[in-house]
């Protein structure tokens, strides 16, 4: 499944040609700051800049330029600014904020709020109840939780190698805790469904959602997908009897999708239910769509995607 492409790795490779070497505190340049384990406050300033803030509850704002930061452990805030910026939050239930531009958020675990503001973004929550708000423009939200044995791995296209070589390419080499904690943690998440809130916003905008997910999708046409997973048998799993919840569809404009490991033969119906819509697939409940009638949504219209 291709959500997240290797497009990000184009984010680092703009800019200054020699990366800068580590400094305390942003230049105009490229700069590589790195925090420590307490509570840092850094500033990138105007240049493209790697900001690490690893342990404490940190302040990491890019400023101008093309910026990738970097929360690690701790309640952090990440703040973007004017350019196409990447922000990934490690653990911790983190603030990022993509300000301008066309930005990638990354939330990793824990309970995170995201929004990516003006331009096409790209918001992923990852583990935890997130709260993901794309803002103005076209955006793509992802509530999916990754999980190794899940077809939903929306990180399954940015390869770790390519990733590290880009950066180390850009801002120099990196080893160590950088290595170790953040992109291990980026690159092997899993866990239970989350409950995540997915708010497009403004523009036309594609959401992404699985179990115990509620998506609003605002002005725009709209697409809401839902990962149909495998149905939990025991009553007791925390996952069991979780949809995925649309808060606004409208079948004149927004399109509905299920993501299915096969296309072939699946079954979908959609029937009433109190005063909204069940769509279920395979006798399995995906989506409900409150205040919408069954006469109003064709279940030949909804797409089935393979992931």
């Known amino acids: 499944m291709t959500i997240i492409p290797l497009g990000l790795i184009g984010l680092l490779s703009g800019g200054d040609d020699d990366p800068a070497p580590a400094v305390d505190g942003g230049e105009d340049e490229a ?38 930061l970097v929360g690690d452990n701790g309640t952090d805030t990440l703040l973007g600014g004017a350019a196409n910026d990447v922000l990934l939050g490690g653990a911790g239930n ?21 929004a990516g503001g003006a331009g096409a973004d790209v918001l992923a929550g990852m583990d935890g109840a997130n709260t993901l708000d794309g803002g103005a423009g076209n955006d793509v939200l992802i509530g999916l ?4 044995a899940s077809p939903g791995d929306v990180l399954d296209d ?84 979780q949809v995925v919840r649309v808060e606004d569809f409208n079948p004149a404009e927004d399109r509905l999708e299920v993501l299915v490991e096969s296309q072939a033969g699946v079954d979908i119906v959609v029937e009433q239910q109190d005063q909204g819509v069940m769509v279920t697939v395979d006798g399995a409940d995906v989506v409900y769509l409150p205040g919408l009638r069954a006469d109003q949504l064709n279940a030949a219209d909804i797409v089935r995607t393979r992931v």
């Open 158 to 241: 940015l390869d770790r190698n390519a990733f590290i070589t880009a950066v180390e390419a850009r801002y120099g080499a990196i080893s160590g805790p950088v290595e170790s904690r953040v992109l291990n943690n980026l690159f092997n998440v899993g866990g239970e469904a989350s409950e995540d809130r997915l708010i497009g916003g403004d523009g036309d905008d594609v959401l992404v959602g699985d179990r115990g997910d509620v998506m609003t999708g605002g002005a725009g046409a709209d697409i809401f997908s839902a990962l149909v997973p495998p149905v939990p048998d025991d009553p007791a799993d925390p996952n069991f009897g």
């Open 145 to 148: 939780t990754p999980d190794s």
């Open 31 to 68: 700069d590589l700051l790195r925090g420590d384990a307490g509570d840092n406050d850094i500033s990138g300033d105007a240049g493209d800049d790697l900001i690490l803030g690893f342990n404490g509850d940190d302040l990491l704002q890019g400023d101008a330029g093309v910026d990738l």
């Open 94 to 114: 983190d603030q990022m904020s993509g300000d301008a531009g066309n930005d990638l958020l990354v939330g990793g675990a824990g309970d995170d709020s995201m």
